[in-house]
């Protein structure tokens, strides 16, 4: 059952409206759904406008964000509940402690790490929590083409494509995070018996 989404997602906006006006229904969604949004805290770009949304529909928004950014006045200072940490890895980590499912729309560096990182916990068996990305405009075609090169040749085995999904529509996204169902997942370190 989902309680808390995160999402992770630009602190740009990107060089074209369908982004934003797709972050700002996703917030609204997000609310009538009943779930807290937890994310990074940033008060600009996709970040600052699917908070705003989620804020503005009466939802409750959960920032985390490390020290050394909140002191760049980057910080949204309207988040429900705020949580400053040390470091970039103390966030990654609370936001997945908090989160009973992660989204990732548009963004650049950060984005596409945060989301390979939660994909590949998922992978090792650390969470067993559901995973999305919003796919606008196509905008992920080209790393799901490079996620299926790597299980073409043989470093992902092919039941892990199925530990995230896209979807370009955000209500059907939600609704996908609700029923995916995770394929089991075995330990990729295991003992020799003899």
Request: with cysteine; proline share 3%.
């Given at each position: 059952?989902?309680?808390?989404?995160?999402?992770?997602?630009?602190?740009?906006?990107?060089?074209?409206?369908?982004?934003?006006?797709?972050?700002?229904?996703?917030?609204?969604?997000?609310?009538?759904?009943?779930?807290?949004?937890?994310?990074?805290?940033?008060?600009?770009?996709?970040?600052?406008?699917?908070?705003?949304?989620?804020?503005?529909?009466?939802?409750?928004?959960?920032?985390?964000?490390?020290?050394?950014?909140?002191?760049?006045?980057?910080?949204?200072?309207?988040?429900?509940?705020?949580?400053?940490?040390?470091?970039?890895?103390?966030?990654?980590?609370?936001?997945?402690?908090?989160?009973?499912?992660?989204?990732?729309?548009?963004?650049?560096?950060?984005?596409?790490?945060?989301?390979?990182?939660?994909?590949?916990?998922?992978?090792?068996?650390?969470?067993?929590?559901?995973?999305?990305?919003?796919?606008?405009?196509?905008?992920?075609?080209?790393?799901?083409?490079?996620?299926?090169?790597?299980?073409?040749?043989?470093?992902?085995?092919?039941?892990?494509?199925?530990?995230?999904?896209?979807d370009d529509d955000p209500q059907r996204l939600l609704e996908r995070l609700e029923t995916h169902e995770i394929p089991q997942v075995k330990k990729w370190l295991t003992k020799?018996?003899?």
């Amino acid at each position: 059952m989902i309680k808390r989404v995160c999402v992770y997602c630009g602190s740009s906006m990107g060089n074209d409206p369908v982004f934003w006006e797709a972050a700002d229904l996703l917030g609204k969604l997000i609310v009538k759904r009943g779930w807290d949004l937890v994310y990074g805290c940033g008060s600009i770009g996709l970040m600052g406008v699917v908070a705003d949304s989620v804020l503005a529909e009466g939802g409750h928004v959960i920032g985390v964000i490390p020290e050394f950014l909140a002191k760049k006045e980057v910080m949204h200072e309207g988040v429900s509940d705020l949580r400053i940490v040390r470091s970039m890895h103390e966030r990654k980590a609370l936001m997945a402690e908090l989160s009973d499912a992660f989204v990732a729309l548009p963004g650049g560096f950060g984005t596409l790490e945060e989301f390979f990182e939660i994909v590949t916990w998922n992978q090792l068996g650390i969470h067993h929590k559901n995973t999305g990305l919003l796919n606008i405009q196509g905008f992920f075609d080209p790393i799901l083409a490079m996620i299926d090169r790597t299980i073409e040749r043989e470093f992902v085995k092919e039941s892990n494509r199925e530990l995230f999904f896209a979807d370009d529509d955000p209500q059907r996204l939600l609704e996908r995070l609700e029923t995916h169902e995770i394929p089991q997942v075995k330990k990729w370190l295991t003992k020799n018996e003899s």
